[in-house]
């Protein structure tokens, strides 16, 4: 009877040690996933960014709606996130072509940082930039 007894409140500690545990293993990994989501949206930014720079210069008419046009339909497969295309310079040969997008990716955490007295944003945002100076021949 002694053994039973012993074995209960064992497993009774390794119930409350889970207890703590387990919602700290859930915090810690939705706010992995919170990072990579705004990571992933990062990475998808820089590349629109990059691809429509570069269709951006190579063309030799309309440049800018060249690099607008590629950098949106870079992003139209993308479901995380929200992007904003901005597109300056360009029309002359070897004049830069700037192209920035602007994503927000929604923050998770926002709600919960409430609770503990942390004042946390709803989304977190960021902007990639990409410069290449427009071909001529």
């Known amino acids: 009877m002694k053994r039973w007894i012993q ?10 040690e889970a207890a703590f545990a387990l919602p700290v293993l859930l915090l810690v990994s939705l706010g992995l996933v919170n990072l990579a989501l705004l990571g992933f ?8 960014a990059n691809y ?3 269709m ?3 063309a030799q008419t309309a ?7 590629a950098a949106q339909n870079k992003l139209s497969a993308v479901r995380v996130g929200n992007y904003t295309v901005s597109v300056t310079g360009g029309g002359q040969p070897g004049s830069p072509i700037t192209v920035s997008v602007t994503y927000r990716v929604p923050n998770y955490f926002g709600g919960l940082g409430r609770l503990f007295g942390v004042d946390t944003p709803a989304e977190f945002q960021g902007r990639a930039n990409a410069i290449f100076r427009q071909e001529g021949w």
Request: without cysteine; proline residues 3%.
């Open 7 to 16: 074995r209960l409140g064992s497993r009774r500690a390794e119930l409350d």
């Open 56 to 58: 951006g210069s190579m």
């Open 63 to 69: 440049p800018v709606s060249a690099a607008y046009a």
């Open 41 to 48: 949206a990062a990475i998808n930014a820089g590349n629109a």
């Open 52 to 54: 429509g720079a570069r």
